[in-house]
């Protein structure tokens, strides 16, 4: 009787550090839905690197970055992010058949997934951080809009060694704010988006100077988007 009663005692606590871990992670996302994030866990994690590069991150509004910007984001990332609710089923799936059939683990994110992952997590593969990037999103996705998930991303996604958000990345590579960004460079900043300390904008290789092109003609596929005549202009 005694050792059944630790084990339910073990259990309700367990489940009562669950849902208090619960309610914080939500009371956070209901917060950050208001107020600008003032870091990001890739930002804190790049701090304590030793860097001859310094951290340049400025937090711009919606209104403030050129719409250019977050189309390119969705042509290049994400051009199911209107229909998802934060996860890409089909796209899962298909990195889960090729991760059975040898390749490696790939990450088949979302926006709404790299925001979480950027903003809470760390980088790497493993499953567990996926599982938390998976509900982390579908918490984004119920409590914040679209928009929101788009300017918190912009703000937040790393374009190059230490220059994190659209601002610091517009001004540092073309020396314009990022609300004068044209379709040209909104694409060149989004084709280094899948790895930033490697792919460069200034001195683009053969394969980025590819998506760059790439990412140009899906921007004019998508120029239509219902969702996007809503982005501040």
């Given amino acids: 009787m005694a050792r059944r009663s630790r084990t339910k005692k073990l259990l309700t606590w367990l489940m009562s550090l669950c849902v208090g871990a619960l309610l914080l992670v ?44 977050p189309l390119a984001v969705i042509a290049s990332e994400d051009q199911r992010f209107p229909q998802h609710w934060g996860l890409d089923v089909d796209a899962i799936q298909k990195a889960v058949e090729e991760y059975r059939s040898g390749d490696g683990l790939r990450g088949a994110s ?5 925001t979480a992952k ?14 938390l ?13 679209k928009q929101r998930i788009l300017e918190v991303y912009l703000n937040i996604a790393e374009f190059g060694p230490g220059i994190y958000g659209v601002e610091a990345a517009s001004r540092h590579y073309f020396g314009i704010p990022a609300s004068r960004l044209s379709a040209r460079q909104s694409a060149r ?23 760059v092109a790439w990412i140009r003609g899906q921007m004019h596929q998508l120029a239509g988007l219902d969702y996007l005549q809503s982005w501040p202009r």
Wanted: proline residues 8%; charged residues 10%.
């Fill in 189 to 211: 900043l989004a084709a280094v988006l899948p790895n930033p300390k490697v792919l460069s904008v200034v001195n683009p290789s053969a394969y980025v100077a590819g998506r």
């Fill in 110 to 114: 979302t926006i709404t997934q790299q």
């Fill in 118 to 131: 950027n903003l809470f997590l760390w980088n790497g593969r493993s499953f567990v951080r996926k599982a």
């Fill in 26 to 69: 939500l009371g956070v996302l209901v917060l950050f839905r208001f107020v600008n994030p003032p870091t990001s866990a890739f930002m804190l994690a790049y701090q304590w690197q030793p860097s001859e590069a310094p951290l340049r991150q400025a937090w711009v509004d919606a209104e403030q970055i050129s719409p250019w910007m």
């Fill in 133 to 145: 990037e998976a509900g982390l999103a579908l918490g984004l996705e119920l409590v914040w809009s």
